[in-house]
């Protein structure tokens, strides 16, 4: 997937079953990024791009993104835009939708205590070591420092942002990358909607502060580009 995955299990799950469970969600990304990546001329994605493939013969999980990308364009008034780059590119979506998918598939096999990291798009669950999970957001500017540290049972977080891929976020509205904010992170119960909602912010720029400040059920950090912090009041600091 173009990105660092680890899982943590915690409880009382025995090494070999652990090792079962881990192998089946690194199969389940393997398959995600057979199927949806933009660097694998082969996969789903770059089929339908070529017209090789139409949207009524995709697999089920592409046609579910494809809805999903769809909504959550008309949810932020455009901003998130799986054809902002001119071509077809859920990954805004994919990433952390995989991660939510590899998180539920986790607990309904009997492993509710763990944490699921891809990349900085996180997912966790239960308790570790009977506390909750702690979550550092990477610091824009200094990458061995931290700017908030979240903690939670039940929370899903993503994190768009400038400072490891370039501005690699575009503006869909004017088709360049979006400059004006470092770092967005959302914090809320789904992943895939998160992953969806940072990006979507990223390409806002400055006006993406008050939009995420509206949001239900979802929280959020933002640095911009010139070092000013933002975060909401809901927001679960450790």
Known sequence: MGTAISIDLSGSIDSVRAAELADAAFAWFREVDARFSTYQDDSEVNRLQRGELSSADASPDLRHVLDECARLWRETDGYFDAYATGRLDPSGYVKGWSVQVASDRLTAAGA??????????????GRVAGQPWRIGIRHPFEPMQTCWVLAGTD???ATSGNYERGFHVIDPLTGKPARALASVTVAGSDLGVADAYSTAAVAMGVKGIDWLARLEGYESAVVTED?????SEGLPVA
């Open 112 to 125: 509710p205590d763990h944490c699921v990291n891809a990349g900085g798009d996180v997912r966790v669950c």
């Open 155 to 157: 929370l899903a977080v």
């Open 227 to 231: 070092g000013l912090a933002f975060r």
